[in-house]
């Protein structure tokens, strides 16, 4: 299966076919095979003609799309170079879920648009997919809508809901399907119902770190490329590029799929939506469970201090699943922490505090894990015992500069 979508591979074969030569062109190894700059055969993705061009009208086809481009800076910048897009058509707002990557809140600050709030409730520790009332309440305000499908946890929005807003309203609608690229050909894949998408193609599928591809439809995919070339770097990698190609053509593998729905029942997982995402509630033994599957040399995608969550992908093999559920099985739970938000008096000069000293002030910076990269303490929300508890104990944080909370200053 494997050599059979290789033999497809437009790239791959272009770098395969290629005699090893002297360089005297970057990379600054001077190692000439597949790692290389643009070359008479090479063909440029900043104005491709050739092999790249192709091959992008190729992915464009296979996702449905009007047109795709390849990315080697990850979905992030895909994120920047739909909402640019969207701001050069006029835009001045977009519709936001709450816990929207911060990618997302990067982009509309740099863009200058205004990221209205989509709200999401938080059940269990773990942010809700907003409801059709929610979307159409924050679209109201804002020039379009966009949506996180899936999100980390495993969870789809209504995305039919969601195309029929758009449609009323006459606004396009996002899709950040960064943790989606697996589901192309599915019911459950957002390019079915997005104007503009990204698919993290690296996340799901076996694509190189930072291999990513951005989609459109209609009148919007001129405006997306003029994005992409704003965005998109101009020394892109040709093996992440070759990994992408190969990772859209990789087809799906259902005995992994079946055997990760049965692996979540064995192991009383949530029951999301997601196949990919298996998502362990260890609640305050979190830690515990993390070095003990380490010593063991599994190692999950992340700890947010209640889940661990194990991200699979068509790559995946059914042994090391059942290893997984062999030892999940032999470990205790904790309990989840899942105090409500509380808000703050937000305003003033701002001093940075260690987590257990910032207990009970008022946020100045959004700040959580990384990975999954959501807040868990939004700016103007009181810092909590368990959220500075949770921080302190993270391996990867954002929004903290070494290591202490951003808060206001109180009288």
């Known amino acids: 299966m494997k050599r059979a979508v290789l033999r497809a591979c437009r790239i791959a074969r272009m770098l395969r076919a290629q005699k090893k030569h002297i360089s005297f062109h970057t990379p600054g190894h001077k190692r000439a095979g597949a790692d290389i700059t643009e070359l008479s055969y090479s063909d440029n993705l900043l104005s491709p003609t050739g092999v790249l061009a192709q091959t992008e009208r190729e992915i464009a086809g296979i996702l449905g799309a009007d047109a795709s481009f390849l990315l080697t800076d990850g979905s992030t910048c895909g994120i920047f170079s739909m909402l640019y897009a969207l701001r050069r058509a006029g835009g001045r707002s977009v519709a936001v879920p709450a816990y929207a990557h911060r990618s997302v809140f990067n982009a509309c600050e740099v863009l200058g648009l205004n990221a209205v709030a989509v709200e999401q409730s938080v059940a269990r520790g773990i942010p809700a997919q907003p409801s059709a009332k929610q979307m159409a309440d924050a679209l109201e305000r804002a020039d379009a809508l966009l949506v996180t499908s899936p999100d980390y946890y495993?969870?789809?929005?209504?995305?039919?809901?969601?195309?029929?807003?758009?449609d009323g309203a006459g606004k396009p609608l996002i899709a950040d399907g960064a943790h989606g690229s697996h589901l192309k050909g599915t019911p459950r894949y957002a390019g079915l119902y997005a104007d503009m998408w990204v698919d993290g193609a690296h996340k799901s599928l076996p694509a190189l770190t930072q291999g990513a591809v951005v989609s459109a439809r209609g009148a919007w995919a001129s405006r997306l490329a003029e994005g992409v070339r704003v965005f998109r770097t101009t020394s892109p990698s040709y093996p992440i590029m070759a990994s992408v190609e190969y990772a859209v053509r990789f087809p799906r593998n259902r005995a992994i799929e079946s055997a990760a729905e049965e692996a979540k029942r064995a192991l009383g997982a949530l029951d999301n939506e997601d196949w990919s995402k298996i998502v362990l509630p260890f609640g305050t033994a979190s830690a515990q469970a993390e070095a003990y599957f380490e010593a063991h040399r599994i190692y999950c995608e992340f700890d947010d201090g209640n889940y661990l969550m194990f991200y699979l992908s068509p790559a995946s093999k059914r042994r090391e699943l059942k290893k997984l559920v062999r030892l999940?099985?032999?470990?205790?739970?904790?309990?989840?922490?899942?105090?409500?938000?509380?808000?703050?008096?937000?305003?003033?000069?701002?001093?940075?505090?260690p987590p257990a000293e910032a207990v009970g002030r008022t946020c100045a910076r959004d700040c959580g894990l990384f990975p999954p990269c959501l807040p868990l303490i939004k700016r103007g929300e009181r810092v909590t015992a368990e959220s500075a508890a949770r921080l302190a104990r993270a391996a990867n944080t954002f929004g903290l500069t070494d290591g202490k909370i951003e808060v206001f200053e109180e009288a």
Request: proline share 10%; glycine share 12%.
């Open 154 to 166: 495993g969870y789809f929005p209504d995305l039919a809901a969601a195309r029929k807003l758009c």
């Open 328 to 353: 999940a099985a032999r470990l205790p739970r904790g309990e989840i922490a899942c105090a409500p938000p509380v808000a703050g008096m937000a305003g003033g000069k701002t001093v940075a505090l």
